[in-house]
């Protein structure tokens, strides 16, 4: 790129990266205690069907081979 | 004072007022909020199944929202979709580029794509009438490597690239719909928001950045990983992003209070994050590693509480099942195993 042609490019880099930035500026924020508890409260709920977290009987678990039962 | 000057400062002036707006709506920490809840128990998980039939590393993986099915991508050249439950291949598709990076699965469960260093992303039609899997479309515009693609419907998907934009394309057309660009650095993975009106991407330029996808426009940036940000995922319920990078440690941010809430990490962890993936709450997370290993985190406690150590190279994708009933690594010792 010529030297005219790069200064005009990190110019229009310049501009956009400003317009991104007052974008972003204005964006509402709520406060970390209520996103930390809502996270929280959220795994808590849902916590008891979480498999990979409660565990999976043996029986219910697709992937378990089955072991072969002998009938005394 | 010139423009490229006056720019120059606003830019500053703007992100300090970003810090600092941050900062006025941090009354508590994540850490202190969790201070009462007791750490999860130690998470012991087994390997369930070896998928073995790939002959060269495999550099990614994507479960079919059925839970059953899954697809990986190796550098043999090669798509495998398989039936996680009996091990068979249920497809092996051979690609025109063995040099694969990214497969996603489509939500349907029709269609399966990949792409790598051929800088496209090639969808392939599962259910064809003939009972054959045919190349459907090539999508091609990136003027770098596909690091990661995800389908929004049979007609729409999302890649990231090494060219530092993303592009939503339409697939029945193969023209791009949109571009996302922003990124500093190599787009290295992307995840779409569990009501498919938001994704977000990692970069080599250390951030991730939240997309709107009809708008086309970035919503927040997030900083603070001093590396790559090699993978990324979003709690489940939508309001929070998971990033992994190569300086070791993962990072929780919430969307709404636009920030960090915690990071992940530990002395005697010195290698980087290649994948994650949330549990079906959400409390834990599970991270590959370039040491060969998963670790489990406690997302609250950011305590690790297991790990998943069986493959013998590093684990380069992850994923757990749309039911939650089990977690899927892929590494570069061409297996894939089956947790829970």
């Known amino acids: ?72 | 004072m010139g423009e490229m000057e006056q720019l120059r400062k606003e830019a500053e002036s703007l992100k300090d007022q970003i810090t600092a707006a941050r900062k006025a709506v941090q009354d508590s920490t994540l850490q202190e909020a969790a201070a009462g809840i007791t750490v999860v128990g130690r998470i012991q998980m087994k390997t369930r199944k070896t998928l073995r039939g790939h002959l060269a590393k495999i550099y990614a993986m994507h479960w079919s929202t059925d839970s059953k099915l899954c697809v990986s991508a190796s550098q043999d050249g090669k798509l495998i979709v398989w039936d996680s439950v009996t091990t068979n291949k249920v497809n092996a598709i051979p690609l025109k580029s063995s040099w694969v990076m990214t497969c996603a699965y489509a939500p349907s469960g029709n269609l399966v794509a990949c792409g790598g260093l051929d800088n496209m992303c090639s969808i392939y039609n599962l259910k064809g009438k003939d009972g054959n899997v045919k190349v459907m479309r090539e999508l091609a515009a990136h003027t770098g490597y596909l690091s990661c693609c995800r389908f929004i419907s049979d007609t729409e998907i999302i890649t990231s690239s090494g060219d530092c934009t993303c592009i939503l394309w339409d697939i029945e057309t193969g023209t791009q719909k949109t571009v996302f660009a922003g990124h500093q650095g190599d787009c290295m993975s992307l995840a779409v928001a569990p009501d498919f009106k938001f994704f977000i991407s990692g970069a080599c330029d250390f951030t991730a950045k939240l997309w709107d996808i009809r708008e086309g426009t970035c919503r927040q940036t997030f900083g603070g990983h001093e590396s790559d940000v090699n993978a990324i995922g979003f709690f489940p319920n939508g309001n929070a992003v998971i990033t992994g990078s190569d300086d070791a440690t993962c990072k929780l941010f919430d969307l709404r209070a636009d920030q960090e809430l915690i990071t992940y990490q530990d002395s005697s962890i010195m290698c980087g994050v290649t994948s994650l993936a949330p549990s079906l709450s959400g409390r834990l997370i599970l991270a590959g590693y370039d040491d060969f290993n998963v670790n489990i985190w406690d997302m609250l406690k950011a305590e690790r509480v297991g790990v998943l150590a069986g493959h013998d190279n590093r684990v380069s994708c992850i994923g757990v099942s749309a039911d939650g009933m089990a977690c899927c690594t892929g590494s570069w010792d061409s297996f894939l195993k089956i947790w829970n």
């Open chain 1, 1 to 72: 790129m010529s030297s005219k042609a790069q200064s005009s490019y990190n110019l229009n880099q310049a501009r956009q990266t400003v317009q991104q930035l007052r974008l972003e500026a204005r964006n509402e924020r709520i406060k970390v205690s209520k996103a930390s508890a809502d996270l929280m409260n959220y795994c808590i709920e849902c916590a008891r069907t979480d498999p990979l977290l409660m565990g999976i009987p043996a029986s219910e678990n697709p992937f378990k081979e089955k072991k072969p039962c002998t009938i005394l």
